[in-house]
C-alpha cells in the first residue's frame, strides 16, 4: 500500500512500517507550511468534507487547518443535529452524496465501523476521524510523530498508557502502531476499563512485551513516555460506572518529581482533569506540543490521498 493515491485511512491495524515511515517523513517536509512559517497551494482546487457527527475542537480544526493552509478549501458539518442524518439518512447515503462534492472526506461519528461503512461505498478517500471506542488512526500517526520528535526515536522505549483503555480509541489505533517497534508497554488502567482483549492479542501475537497493571506510580517510575487519557464518558451507560473512574489517575509534578523528572507526558487532548496543569510547566509536557504536529500529520495524510505528494 505504498501508493497512498485515492486510498482510505481507517485504522493502523493493517498498515506497514514502511507506510508508516512514508507519512512520517512527509510530515516532516510539511512542518514547514504546518508551523506558519510558509505558505503553500499544493491541495489548491482541492475540498475536504469534514464531517463530524460528534463532538471535535481538536481534530476537526487541525484537518481544516492543514486543508487550508496547503490552498485548499473545506466544507462541514458539525454535529448530526444539522444534518440530514437527523432526518433518518444512513451514513452510507451521506457519503454517496459527500463524494460530489469533495475529493477527501474526514468522518466522525459514535459508531464503530461507521467510517469503514463509508469508505465501502465513497468514490473519494475517507479518513477515519474517530469511530466510536473504534480507532482513531490520525491521532496515533500524530502520536508517533511526537514520540519520535519528543525523544528521538520510539525503539527501545518503555511506553506506559494510563486511563481509559477499553473505551478510548486513540489507545487501540496507537497500540496497532508500536507494535512495528521494540518497544516495551504498561498498561495501566482499572482492571473494568482495560485495554480489548483483541489488542492485547494482536500484541503478544507481535511478541511485544506489555504489562498489565493498575498502578499508575510503578509506571511513571520505569516508563520514558506516559500516554495519558480521559475517562470516555459518552461511552458508559451507566453515570455512577462514569463517576467512579473519572478520578482514578490523576498525574501530577509531584508524582513526576518524585518518580521520573525526565518522563516524556502526553495526551490526545481534551483533559478533563488526568494531568494537574502544574504539570504544563515541566520540559516533558508534550501535549501542546502534539496538537502542533498533528496539523503536518495531517496535511501529509491529506496530500498523499490527494495524490500530491
Ligand atoms: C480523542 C478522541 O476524540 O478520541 N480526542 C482527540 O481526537 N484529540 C480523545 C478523547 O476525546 O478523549
Redesign the pocket.
Known amino acids: 500500500m505504498s501508493d497512498f493515491l485515492g486510498k482510505d485511512i481507517l485504522s493502523t491495524k493493517g498498515m506497514g512500517k514502511v507506510d508508516l515511515e512514508k507519512i512520517m517523513e512527509t510530515a516532516d517536509e510539511f512542518a514547514v507550511f504546518a508551523n506558519k512559517e510558509k505558505s503553500s497551494d499544493l491541495l489548491k482546487g482541492k475540498v475536504l468534507a469534514s464531517l463530524f457527527y460528534e463532538p471535535?475542537t481538536?481534530?476537526r480544526l487541525s484537518f481544516e487547518t492543514a486543508m487550508q493552509r496547503l490552498g485548499g478549501s473545506v466544507i462541514t458539518v458539525s454535529g448530526a443535529e444539522g444534518s440530514s442524518l437527523a432526518k433518518g439518512e444512513t451514513l452510507r447515503d451521506t457519503a454517496r452524496v459527500i463524494e460530489n462534492f469533495a475529493d477527501v472526506m474526514a468522518v466522525r461519528h459514535s459508531l464503530q465501523g461507521s467510517a469503514d461503512d463509508m469508505a465501502e461505498v465513497a468514490g473519494i478517500p475517507v479518513i477515519n476521524a474517530?469511530d466510536g471506542h473504534g480507532e482513531?488512526p490520525t491521532?496515533a500517526l500524530l502520536d508517533i510523530y511526537t514520540i519520535n520528535k519528543e525523544r528521538g526515536r520510539v525503539d527501545g522505549l518503555t511506553i506506559a498508557m494510563v486511563g481509559d483503555l477499553k473505551y478510548?480509541?486513540?489507545v487501540h489505533s496507537l497500540s496497532y502502531l508500536l507494535a512495528h517497534f521494540g518497544v516495551k508497554l504498561i498498561l495501566v488502567s482499572p482492571d473494568q476499563l482495560k485495554m480489548p482483549a483483541e489488542i492485547t492479542d494482536f500484541l503478544a501475537e507481535k511478541k511485544i512485551e506489555f504489562e498489565v497493571t493498575e498502578n499508575m506510580d510503578d509506571a511513571v517510575k520505569h516508563a520514558h513516555v506516559c500516554y495519558m487519557?480521559?475517562v470516555?464518558q459518552e461511552r458508559f451507560d451507566d453515570p455512577a460506572e462514569y463517576e467512579r473512574f473519572k478520578n482514578f489517575y490523576v498525574l501530577t509534578k509531584e508524582i513526576i518529581e518524585k518518580y521520573n523528572s525526565k518522563m516524556t507526558i502526553m495526551h490526545?487532548?481534551?483533559r478533563i482533569g488526568e494531568i494537574s496543569l502544574n504539570v504544563d510547566d515541566l520540559d516533558g509536557a508534550a501535549y501542546f506540543r502534539q496538537v502542533k504536529n498533528g496539523v503536518a500529520v495531517r496535511m501529509a495524510l491529506l496530500a498523499m490521498v490527494l495524490g500530491k505528494a
Open positions: 471535535s481538536r481534530t474517530g482513531h491521532q478510548g480509541r486513540t487519557t480521559r470516555q490526545p487532548l481534551p
